[in-house]
């Protein structure tokens, strides 16, 4: 019986080095055949990666983190609670190292801005108005006439302040002090009287335009502080002309334009002429009225409370007292100051006003009445109106009329 041959046979090298040689040349070919199999299936998906490549390059792709959404509620939530709700479940705040910041202990401040300051506010002195700039020009004093035929005057409203004075046959004239504002036309003007220095001796230097005077009068009005331009039966000065919408002596004009390049050299700035009321400032020791009524003879004023207007409108012998513009005569203020009349040294049948003393005044503002008195200790004084507590009584901001009444010729109206 033939013997196996034993594995461990002298010969089993060269067998062991066959079968290691088969091995290897079948794990060659098994690589080989893998190889090409792979590369085979890379050519085949090139195109596509190719493809998925340019889409990248065109539309990033945005990879959206997965995110815990509530349950919808039962009943749909309002379009205010939907917003608010997904914007809370749907952003997470993310907590990173690149986003977490360092407290900071510093608070971050801005410089504060500079104060603004205010525009000066210049008020004008004799209505307490305001005015865009100081006013140093002097005041322009000018005597009006009143007569019946003068009617309607020119430029009376543009006055700061006007002063009633009864003159000769009991009738009055008009003394209009302009300031603040300009007048295209003031007239008629009329002659001087005594009883003007002392409206012109408190006033700084202040032009005193009037159409003349006696002899007397134009002699003692050298010694008084102002500068005196009169008409002195001549038109050669420029000043003056005549217009033809009445007769003489009715109808002498002028201007403040040819006034105050006549005389603004040679005047001076007026003082404060009254205390004014602040805004919501009330009057003291003030009564409701209607208006008053003055009694100077041949001359019937009276004034009644306006509030539409913001003043009292003033009647003239029974008429609508207005300019030559046709507006109608309404100031601010008025007030009733009672004085006594003497005779002027120029003419024994002029009265003559006495303006320095004290007596009894009537302050009218604001629709209302404040009974007290007026004190003036010397012509360069300026007249001061308190109440009967002798409390300064403020007047509303605008024009002021100062009736010069005999003690008994004026009534309150209720």
Known sequence: MERLREPFAADWPEAIGLRLSNTRCVLMHRQRTAA??????????????????MLAACSPIRVTEPVETESAPTTAPTTESSTALTSAVTAPPRTTAATIQAPTTSAVTTEPAPPTIPAPLYRAPLTGLPA???????????????????????????????????????????????????????????SARTGDFALLSNLNRPIFVNSGANEYTERALRGVDAVNITDGGSLDNGVFKRSPAKQSPHNLISDTTRIFAAGSERGGTPPAYFRFRDEGESLPRATTVSGVDIDFGQ????????AGLGGWTRTQNGSEHTDFDGVRVAPENVIVQFVRYRQSPANRVTPEPVLTGSGVAWMLSDGQVVQ???????????????????????????????????????????
């Not at 001359?299 to 306006?306: D, G, L, M, Q, V």
């Open 372 to 414: 007290g008195t007026w004190e003036r200790l010397s012509e360069r004084d300026v007249t001061v109106f308190r109440s009967d507590n002798s409390v300064i009584v403020p007047l509303t901001p605008g024009r002021t009329w100062i009736a010069l009444a005999r003690k008994g010729t004026a009534t309150l109206v209720p």
């Open 36 to 53: 090409q199999g792979t590369r085979s299936r890379l050519l085949a998906w090139t195109p596509w990666l190719g493809a998925l490549m």
């Open 132 to 190: 865009p700039a100081e006013i140093t020009r002097p005041a322009a004093v000018v005597k009006i006439d009143n007569h019946p035929n003068a009617l309607p005057q020119w430029g009376i409203n543009m006055a700061d302040v006007v002063y009633e004075e009864l003159v000769e046959a009991r009738l009055t004239r008009l003394v209009a002090i302009f300031h603040s504002r300009d007048a295209h036309l003031i007239g008629p003007i009329r």
């Open 299 to 306: 001359i019937e004023a009276s004034y009644r409370w306006n």
